[in-house]
């Protein structure tokens, strides 16, 4: 049996890579803070079929004895401090955790386990000022948060580590992939979290920033088949993950709500407070290589993802206006 450490093991990612890899029959431990207030509503129902270890990216002992612990043939890196508009106002911790975080754990798997398989969640956020159209596994990386910027270091210190000590690590760049487990600060679910309350006559407005910026979106629970196949191929290697088509957030906003039979021109408020210091205008991603090498292809389409969110966020909301 296959043992595998997931590290923000409660997250969207997390939570969908924890189910595929117990239906392939791994045993799965995740990587957990010791909070008060920790969130594991994603994991509920594997709580019975995973088990979790105590520890903290930005500190070393800890990823040490939870990889004593553990003894994975398999680890992923997907903590982070993920959401890129609380970049600018934490960026000290943004950089601690999602790059510093990176390096630390890499150095604990160099020091425990260097036999693993390592899986960095490298993140289309690098392209940031995109230097060329469609963005593929060469294109220059060009950040515009603090974030994209964390990103950039957690990338880059795993192909060094593969260099230098000949670690079997890998990084996915991944594009845009939402599910109705995404945390409300993402702008896919506070788009289709709102258009539930409004169908549901629990709110009466959406106030968004810029609707002009196109985003790649996928599906995460088909993203995380492409991390699974990074870790299973002859040689480590970073890949493009992607669905290589482009949505406006305004396209995002008009397929919500056409969804529940209602014109988003009606709801919509443009509020300057939600525009970013540095935007990032368009990202789109050329999954070329994870096609050919991986024979990955996304699954879900745009609009079925959003449907999907959708109904989700209807469920909740139905009944209790």
């Not at 539930?196 to 196109?214: F, P, T, V």
């Not at 985003?215 to 002859?234: H, I, N, P, S, T």
Request: glycine share 8%; hydrophobic share 40%; charged share 25%.
């Amino acid at each position: 049996m296959k043992t595998a450490l997931i590290t923000g093991i409660t997250g969207q990612d997390g939570s969908y890579l924890a189910e595929l890899l117990l239906e392939k029959g791994y045993k799965v431990y995740g990587l957990v803070r010791r909070t008060a207030t920790q969130n594991e509503e994603n994991i509920a129902h594997l709580k019975k079929e995973i088990e979790l270890i105590t520890g903290d990216l930005c500190d070393l002992p800890s990823l040490l004895a939870a990889l004593q612990e553990a003894k994975p043939d398999e680890v992923y890196n997907l903590a982070a401090q993920s959401f890129v508009g609380d970049s600018w106002s934490q960026p000290t911790y943004t950089a601690e955790v999602t790059g510093v975080g990176v390096l630390n754990l890499l150095e604990a798997v160099r020091q425990k386990v260097s036999h693993a398989r390592f899986y960095q969640a490298s993140s289309s956020e690098m392209f940031g000022k995109v230097q060329e159209i469609p963005q593929s596994e060469h294109t220059a990386f060009y950040p515009r948060s603090p974030y994209g910027a964390a990103k950039v270091f957690g990338h880059w210190i795993t192909v060094n580590y593969r260099e230098s000590y000949n670690l079997f690590a890998c990084s996915g760049i991944l594009f845009n992939h939402e599910s109705p487990r995404r945390g409300l600060q993402f702008v896919t679910r506070k788009v289709t979290d709102a258009v539930a309350r409004i169908a549901c006559g629990l709110q009466k407005e959406l106030r968004m920033g810029n609707l002009d910026a196109r985003r790649d979106w996928g599906f995460a629970g088909d993203y995380v088949k492409a991390m699974y196949l990074m870790l299973q191929q002859e040689q480590p290697d970073d890949y493009v993950i992607a669905t290589g088509k482009t949505y406006t957030v305004k396209h995002l906003v008009e397929t919500a709500f056409r969804h529940v039979g209602l014109s988003w021109q009606d709801y919509v408020v443009i509020d300057p407070k939600f525009i970013r210091p540095a935007e990032v205008d368009l990202l789109l991603g050329n999954p070329e290589k994870a096609k050919q090498q991986l024979h990955w292809e996304p699954e879900v389409s745009f609009e079925q993802l959003v449907g999907m969110m959708v109904e989700s966020d209807l469920k909740k909301y139905k009944g209790k206006n």
